[in-house]
């Protein structure tokens, strides 16, 4: 059975910093993305990052250079250590996971992308005041 399990949300005032934790078990991918995304009251879930089966990582734009994605292999653990949050930064937070599926390429060879998540944990909430 697979399991998300996120931790580490809370409140802070704007400038403050937190890291998520996101620990998971169960899934069998050979090779896998996990992301984090987040959610506020009224707005569509966005991707915030995500990191590739190579450790490769992206972000949205909206926290670049303050948001930092990482993941311990030994732990089966996600992090998303978060700095400089701004209000509105503040939604619920979720990681999930996706298979990094092999696509073969037009004329020969093969690359990876992250398929669809299929996996979500339960979220976690982050409160920034101004």
């Known amino acids: 059975q697979v399991q998300l399990v996120e931790s580490g949300g809370g409140s802070v005032q704007s400038g403050g910093s937190l890291r998520l934790s996101c620990a998971a078990s169960?899934?069998?991918?050979?090779?896998?993305?996990m992301g984090w995304f987040r959610q506020a009251p009224g707005k569509e879930r966005e991707k915030v990052a995500e990191?590739?089966?190579?450790?490769?990582?992206s972000y949205v734009d909206s926290v670049k250079g303050r948001f930092t994605i990482s993941q311990d292999n030994a732990k089966n653990t996600l992090y998303l250590q978060m700095n400089s949050l701004k209000p509105e930064d503040t939604a619920m937070y979720h990681c999930?996971?996706?298979?990094?599926?092999?696509?073969?390429?037009?004329?020969?060879?093969?690359?990876?992308?992250?398929?669809?998540?299929?996996?979500w944990g339960q979220g976690t909430q982050v409160t920034v005041s101004s």
């Open positions: 999930a996971a996706a298979q990094d599926k092999r696509h073969k390429k037009p004329f020969r060879g093969y690359y990876y992308a992250c398929d669809e998540y299929s996996y």
């Open positions: 169960g899934y069998t991918y050979s090779k896998s993305c």
């Open positions: 990191i590739d089966s190579d450790g490769d990582t």
